[in-house]
T-cell receptor, first 116, second 116 residues
């Protein structure tokens, strides 16, 4: 019930292409779905997040698509650039709960390489 | 603001030695976390704290201890280091407070530990 499954584990995309990373969750009560970006040697940093009351959120070249009925959400990176090469983590949580119930559950990560 | 600061960045330990990873945040966040990151395994929660004086186990607490005597500091202690504790450790903080909860975790840059 608490898992977040992320795919693919690694992804190679040509410069200018679209990168798509998918995540599936089990707990229908989750109400906060962020994506974190991690560059080599750095800590993860919040990239974009969505709440389940909308089906899509866009910030620049990054878009989250959310399908509540399928319990899936995905990150789309349009016009992918070599500077986007990083590891991406999806996550889910019960945003307004205290203690362990509100802790983020992370996917295992996707290593994205954008080739010039 | 420095954000979340971790020390040391790198450390090599011999089997059986003990050490403490330091973490400090200057954002007055109530929640703090310790994660370990192993290749292809994502971020696994070791311990977390909801505030000064209160800590709780995460997914992989064995072999570790924590304390939270102040809001700012959350050290992680490794007792009797084992090769299985070779990993990259990340400290994170979060403001989780009804009405002010953004959901965002702020990570430090990590501490790379090798146990030989």
């Amino acid at each position: 019930q608490q898992q977040v499954k992320q795919s693919p584990q690694s992804l190679i995309v040509q410069k200018g292409g679209i990168s798509i990373i998918n995540c599936a969750y089990e707990n229908t009560a989750f109400d906060y779905f962020p994506w974190y970006q991690q560059f080599p040697g750095k800590g993860p940093a919040l990239l974009i997040a969505i709440r389940p009351d909308v089906s899509e959120k866009k910030e620049g070249r990054f878009t989250i698509s959310f399908n509540k009925s399928a319990k899936q959400f995905s990150l789309h990176i349009m016009d992918s650039q070599p500077g986007d090469s990083a590891t991406y983590f999806c996550a889910a949580s019960l945003m307004n709960y205290g203690g362990s119930q509100g802790n983020l559950i992370f996917g295992k990560g996707t290593k994205l390489s954008v080739k010039p | 603001n420095a954000g979340v600061t971790q020390t040391p960045k790198f450390r090599i330990l011999k089997i059986g030695q003990s050490m403490t990873l330091q973490c400090a945040q200057d954002m007055n966040h109530n929640y703090m976390y310790w994660y370990r990151q192993d290749p292809g395994m994502g971020l696994k929660l070791i311990y977390y704290s909801v505030g000064a004086g209160i800590t709780d186990k995460g997914e992989v607490p064995n072999g570790y201890n924590v304390s939270r005597s102040t809001t700012e500091d959350f050290p992680l202690r490794l007792e009797l280091a084992a090769p299985s504790q070779t990993s990259v450790y990340f400290c994170a903080s979060q403001l989780r407070d009804r009405g002010r909860n953004t959901g965002e975790l702020f990570f430090g840059e990590g501490s790379r530990l090798t146990v030989l």
